[in-house]
């Protein structure tokens, strides 16, 4: 089944999840950068967490990878535009550990708040200091939170739940959705300038690096604390040590840092500075759920299946509408290849019937991913199918339409002469080709099947029965349509095996037939 390399603490529920799959779980820690380029070559997927760097060069030596799983939502670790140019999936598990690190904030906002760490370390130490601790109370303040994706929300929930005053700055979240959740939406300068507490909640990128530094500060409400447990390098962290020194900021709560692991930082020394070592996805839960999550990923991603949580296939949301055609989609793909002899310049793709108000673009991707399995010799797959288009010039265009004429649903691949069209049927929702070269077919599409045009006339069913036959290839299923005109047919045959090519060469020789091909998936 294909050898699985872990190269970092996974829970065993992960563990033995892939395993039990059938696939050889490769478990090895600790590895050098040297190492993981001799361990990675064989392996089909790699699951790390944040530790493990893979690099280009990483990418190049693991030749035979299909999927890098990160059990976690970070990807800073992983060179994802240099997998998808490889085709190879990276996916995580964005939903595992996200209460886990929104508890993580609301602990630090808390300790914070009340100088728990610093109480306690002076208590144990032997010394009574009430009045040197004295905190302040959540109640009342105003608390900014910068990102309001699936942690931040999270966080503003509890948050509200302590009567806090809610503001945030996220540009990709609507008025209305925030009102519905108590916030308020502005600026991050005026979130800055009105906020008591500040918790931060984005993904490490080339426009979050460095976000909240010395500019930043410096318009900050006096006596401002910042609260981050999203990523290192987000705060400027000498910055805030400045700004911390001078008053302008009373103090902090870090989870994160720019390098990881540290030792060794300008705020250790604050003493209104409270520090963990990015614990927030460090409860047992979270580890489960993540090592569960990502051995699911790896799952579908060897299996070819599609993966909701595969970072770098640009497919939208997958209704549950959509999601039982793409098996469809893909087979569509590679008949219609088979059919065009090799890959076509323009691909047109139609949907029709509740499909088209579903959100397709899975579909278009699984049509590709069919087209080009057929066509080419390379590893194709949902990652860099569209690649493969744009460097081999295939010209893809889609049109949807609510109406469906003959049947609910509808997929239809046309260009020039050549046309395939197939639904799903029945109470099993089955997949049935329906229309190939515009001769209507009805037939469920098969691994090895004969596409036969021929005159309409008597006798041409048994001319082709007879040569399967005598070859020793039996015939599954069959769908034969006229043309329009009714002076030609086609025969679409499902076989048990592959049509060996002395048979065909008799086919293509026999009177009355003007075309073969073979469809093979």
């Known amino acids: 089944m294909g050898r699985v390399l872990v190269t970092e603490k996974l829970a065993q529920t992960g563990l033995d999840l892939m395993a039990e799959a059938g696939y050889d779980v490769d478990v090895q820690l600790g590895l050098s950068p040297d190492e993981l380029l001799g361990a990675i070559v064989g392996a089909q997927a790699l699951v790390i967490r944040s530790a493990t760097t893979v690099t280009a060069d990483v990418l190049a030596a693991g030749t035979d990878l299909v999927v890098v799983g990160r059990a976690g939502i970070g990807l800073d670790n992983v060179d994802v535009p240099a997998a998808t140019e ?36 002076a208590l144990v130490a032997g010394k009574w ?79 979050t690096l460095g976000l909240i530094g010395k500019d930043l500060l410096a318009k900050s409400k006096p006596g401002l604390r910042i609260i981050n447990t999203a990523r290192g390098g987000i705060v400027d962290e000498d910055a805030l040590a400045e700004a911390i020194r001078s008053g302008q900021v009373q103090g902090a709560g870090l989870d994160v840092f720019a390098k990881e692991p540290t030792t060794e930082s300008p705020l250790f020394e604050l003493s209104s500075v409270i520090v963990t070592p990015h614990l927030g996805a460090s409860t047992a839960e979270a580890q489960d759920k993540a090592g569960v999550t990502i051995a699911e ?106 109406t469906a004429h003959d049947y609910v649903n509808l997929i239809t691949l046309r260009c020039g002469d050549h046309s395939v069209a197939g639904t799903l049927t029945g109470p ?46 039996s015939i599954s299923s069959m769908g034969v349509g006229p043309s329009a005109t009714g002076n030609t047919a086609l025969m679409v045959l499902s076989t048990d095996r592959l049509v060996p090519d002395g048979a065909l060469e008799l086919l293509r020789g026999s009177a009355g037939i003007s075309d073969v091909h073979t469809v093979q998936s």
């Open 86 to 121: 490889r085709g190879v999936m990276v996916v995580n598990a964005p939903q595992s550990n996200i209460l886990s690190a929104a508890e993580q904030a609301m602990a630090l906002l808390l300790a914070q708040a009340r100088n728990i760490p610093q109480a306690h370390a």
């Open 129 to 207: 200091e009430r009045s040197k601790w004295e905190g302040v109370e959540l109640y009342g303040k105003t608390l900014g939170v910068i990102g309001l994706g699936r942690v931040g929300a999270l966080v503003a929930q509890r948050a509200l739940a302590f009567g806090m005053r809610l503001v945030a700055y996220d540009p990709f979240v609507s008025v209305d959705r925030a009102k519905l959740m108590g916030v308020e939406l502005m600026g991050i300068e005026e979130l800055m300038g009105e906020s008591d507490f500040v918790t931060v909640h984005l993904p490490k990128n080339a426009e």
């Open 428 to 473: 099993r929702t089955e997949p049935q080709l329906v229309m190939m070269d515009d001769h209507t077919v009805e037939v469920p599409p098969a691994p090895h099947m004969l596409v036969v045009r021929n005159d309409d006339r008597a006798g041409m069913i048994g001319v082709v029965g007879t040569i399967l036959g005598e070859a020793g290839v």
């Open 297 to 402: 990923q790896v799952i579908l991603a060897l299996a070819g299946d599609f993966v909701p949580f595969a970072v770098n296939v640009s497919a939208g949301d997958v209704s549950e509408t959509v999601r039982p055609f793409m098996g469809l989609a893909e087979q569509l793909g590679r008949i219609f290849s088979c059919l065009n002899d090799g890959l076509p310049d323009t691909l047109e793709i139609e949907y029709q019937g509740g499909l088209a108000g579903s959100g397709t673009g899975i579909l278009t991707l699984s049509v590709l991913k069919g087209v080009f399995a057929a066509a080419t010799t390379e590893p194709v797959s949902y990652v860099n199918a569209p690649q493969l288009a744009a460097e081999r010039g295939l010209e893809v265009r889609e049109t949807s339409t609510i």
